[in-house]
């Protein structure tokens, strides 16, 4: 029995995965995985006397008991052993991928096909080399249908990450300016994010495309046109929708084979309205009702800082902390700037992993902030920054800085817009608004 297989078996019977000894599951499995400045072989002893079952570990110094399997290469075998749970696996796997979108896309999806089917969806962002494997390793025998969100910063990461979830269907949300540091550009992003496509071509998937967006529709050439399902707002697609408010929260009517339906639901920001009739396009097409899915997509409520409206004691807060690029930020903005409210705040913090284009893209942002006809607009970061002498708007180098400002300048019975890059850590100033 090849080693893996060995590993498995002990994963049949403790099904936990554990890579942290902080959250040490009695009977997991624990995984030394090593980082730029840990080296979790240290921590393996600690695991099993938390109550580890095994601790999987690549360096023999550590091997102290015949409960540490030692291995070459601890997080090789992590994705070895995913990959071999997911050959294991007879279920349809959605595999998600996108500039922009792609977590809210996911919860969408998980929250309306879960009316019908038992499912699993990738949990948070646990969406990279060691989340995806994590992800898979994570889905039950009982599970009908997964969800798999995969990100990526850096071109072929795609592709290696489906050679683990093995997506038997694939969407790409949108192509935006994000990570363009280590994708190399626009196109690079562009190229990274058709590895999704060129897996599902290659092992006779379907794709779900957005008729709406001539960058994914020619990515999408790849694909047989008999494996290809459509959506939009408008053209011969399994589902065809248009948005009918978004002041702040989203309505919408949607169609599918000649009938018309409205649903609410508890997203705000038009841009979102795209990724609603995914999820509505992938319900109808694994045979959910009108019924099923009005009723899913209303029964979500975002908790992740994504595109959540969260009221306070003096005002409405559109809460996207959770990330930021270009794409997303313009959005955000151009949102905002449609919505009624008698005072409206923009706090906006620093973009990261834009690597040459940084200074331009901030310039952008803060430009557009500038014009957007908002009441204050307050730019954090030091990129921002930067800019401060050039645009309007009052400028801070940390968020420290702009709660010690707001702390004595109060915003009040205002719409307020925050979001930045999750390494600004806008969340400090929620409390004070």
Known sequence: MSQIHHIYQQYLSHRTICTDTRSIVSGCLFFALKGDNFDANTFAEQALKQGAAFAIIDNKDYLINDQCILVDDVLSTLQELAKYHRSQLNIPVIGLTGSNGKTTTKELINAV???????????????????????????????????????ANHQKEIEFLCTIAQPTHGMITNIGMAHLDGFGGFEGVKKGKAELFAFIKATDGTAFINRDNPIIIEMGTIIPPQKTVWYGTDGDNSITGSLLASDPIIALEWSAKGESFHTKTNLTGAYNFENILAAICIADFFGLSATQINSGLAGYAPNNNRSQLTKTATNTVICDFYNANPSSMAAALAN????EAVNKVAIIGDMFELGDESDEQHQKIAAMAENANLDTVILIGKYFYALKDSYTGIFFHTPKEAEEWIKENPVKDSL???KGSRGMALEQLLPIL
Do not use: C, Q, W
């Open 336 to 339: 905002i700037t449609s919505l």
């Open 416 to 418: 307020v817009l925050l």
């Open 113 to 151: 096909l879960a009316e019908k089917y038992r499912t699993f969806a990738t949990k948070g962002n646990l969406n990279n080399h060691i989340g995806v494997p994590l992800s898979v390793l994570s889905i039950g025998a009982d599970i009908e249908i997964a969800v798999i969100e995969m990100g």
